[in-house]
């Protein structure tokens, strides 16, 4: 793999190292600095050229996070990089992906035009809010799932009387994939949203009483609308109450409401940096998925054969 090159934003490092050490490499040594102005400077310290470079860098708030993935990726065209690949394990402005107002920006498209025009020739990503959103790139997408993480866990985990939650319509999907591969029974909630970050649970659709639930989300941010549908499946005569989800932003006071909650655990990954999630929380590394995905990519072997969920 001598003409392999793996890079790190400072997004999240300590998943990029884990990445590294699974690929038995060293993180590539770049300088990545803010001037008093608060502009960020990036400049490779080994020679790139004709290499196969991958940069590990989310594009989560604030937009320096966006802004220093697109100067790695301008800097490694500029240092004749044979190819680039952004590798986001959570990409941000996901859930801006349509207009659903007049005279809003269809934000997940802008940032994948940016990542395009600054020069990457793919991109490797997890668990898009939407999937359609491949769509917003002119260049190939590799799409990988946590379910390789958490379906191996859960079936360990052999939860009796088992159903499977979609905390709303757009997550039926994912929850109906999980539902069927641990062969449980698929139960919906459905929701109204009057206004962002404000979620009222309306009605569940399903027979939860008396049943252990696992609620499927592919993230959870404010927690609303997790924590109201715990206490909805609660009130209805759930069991145990669990809940998976990728991608633990868990902003503002997220992880208080978690605690507070009747929810007995719930399972994330380490897409987002890691924080003091509390004792309610653990945190699953994806990776194995990502250096096998950087791994076959650079061998141009299928990726999407190995990661593949949306099929079920």
Same mark, same amino acid.
């Given at each position: 793999?001598?003409?392999?090159?793996?890079?790190?934003?400072? +997004?999240?490092?300590?998943?990029?190292?884990?990445?590294?050490?699974?690929?038995?490499?060293?993180?590539?040594?770049?300088?990545?600095?803010?001037?008093?102005?608060?502009?960020?400077?990036?400049?490779?310290?080994?020679?790139?050229? $004709?290499?196969?470079?991958?940069?590990?860098? +989310?594009?989560?708030?604030?937009?320096?996070?966006?802004?220093?993935?697109?100067?790695?990726?301008?800097?490694?065209?500029?240092?004749?990089?044979?190819?680039?690949?952004?590798?986001?394990?959570?990409?941000?402005?996901?859930?801006?992906?349509?207009?659903?107002?007049?005279?809003?920006?269809?934000?997940?498209?802008?940032? /994948?035009?940016?990542?395009?025009?600054?020069? /990457?020739?793919? *991109?490797?990503?997890?668990?898009?809010?939407?999937?359609?959103?491949?769509?917003?790139?002119?260049?190939?997408?590799?799409?990988?799932?946590?379910? /390789? *993480?958490?379906?191996?866990?859960?079936?360990?985990?052999?939860?009796?009387?088992?159903? *499977?939650?979609?905390?709303?319509?757009?997550?039926?999907?994912?929850?109906?994939?999980?539902?069927?591969?641990?062969? *449980?029974?698929?139960?919906?909630?459905?929701?109204?949203?009057?206004?962002?970050?404000?979620?009222?649970?309306?009605?569940?659709?399903?027979?939860?009483?008396?049943?252990?639930?696992?609620?499927?989300?592919?993230?959870?941010?404010?927690?609303?609308?997790?924590?109201?549908?715990?206490?909805?499946?609660?009130?209805?005569?759930?069991?145990?109450?669990? $809940?998976?989800?990728?991608?633990?932003?868990?902003?503002?006071?997220?992880?208080?409401?978690?605690?507070?909650?009747?929810?007995?655990?719930?399972?994330?990954?380490?897409?987002?940096?890691?924080?003091?999630? $509390?004792?309610?929380?653990?945190?699953?590394?994806?990776?194995?998925?990502?250096?096998?995905?950087?791994?076959?990519?650079?061998?141009?072997?299928?990726?999407?054969?190995?990661?593949?969920?949306?099929?079920?």
């Amino acid at each position: 793999m001598s003409n392999l090159e793996i890079f790190s934003g400072r +997004s999240n490092q300590t998943l990029a190292n884990a990445i590294a050490k699974k690929l038995e490499m060293r993180l590539g040594k770049c300088d990545i600095e803010n001037f008093a102005d608060g502009e960020i400077w990036v400049k490779y310290n080994s020679n790139i050229r $004709g290499k196969d470079v991958f940069i590990i860098q +989310s594009t989560n708030p604030p937009s320096d996070n966006l802004m220093e993935l697109l100067i790695l990726i301008d800097a490694a065209k500029r240092a004749s990089a044979r190819r680039v690949t952004a590798v986001i394990p959570y990409f941000g402005y996901a859930r801006q992906d349509r207009k659903d107002q007049p005279r809003v920006s269809i934000t997940a498209k802008l940032v /994948a035009n940016l990542i395009t025009h600054a020069g /990457a020739d793919r *991109v490797i990503t997890m668990d898009l809010h939407a999937p359609q959103i491949q769509g917003f790139f002119d260049i190939p997408v590799d799409h990988l799932y946590s379910s /390789a *993480v958490f379906m191996p866990f859960l079936r360990k985990k052999k939860i009796p009387n088992l159903a *499977v939650v979609s905390p709303d319509v757009g997550g039926i999907k994912l929850a109906r994939a999980y539902a069927k591969r641990l062969q *449980v029974e698929l139960i919906l909630i459905d929701k109204r949203r009057p206004k962002p970050n404000v979620v009222e649970v309306m009605n569940i659709i399903g027979d939860v009483k008396g049943k252990n639930i696992l609620i499927v989300d592919d993230l959870v941010d404010t927690a609303g609308t997790f924590t109201n549908a715990v206490k909805a499946l609660n009130a209805e005569g759930a069991k145990e109450i669990y $809940g998976v989800c990728t991608h633990a932003v868990l902003s503002q006071n997220a992880i208080e409401k978690i605690t507070n909650s009747a929810v007995k655990k719930l399972y994330v990954t380490d897409t987002f940096p890691s924080k003091n999630v $509390g004792e309610k929380i653990t945190t699953l590394t994806v990776a194995n998925i990502f250096s096998e995905a950087i791994l076959r990519c650079y061998n141009n072997q299928s990726i999407s054969s190995l990661f593949d969920i949306s099929k079920d």
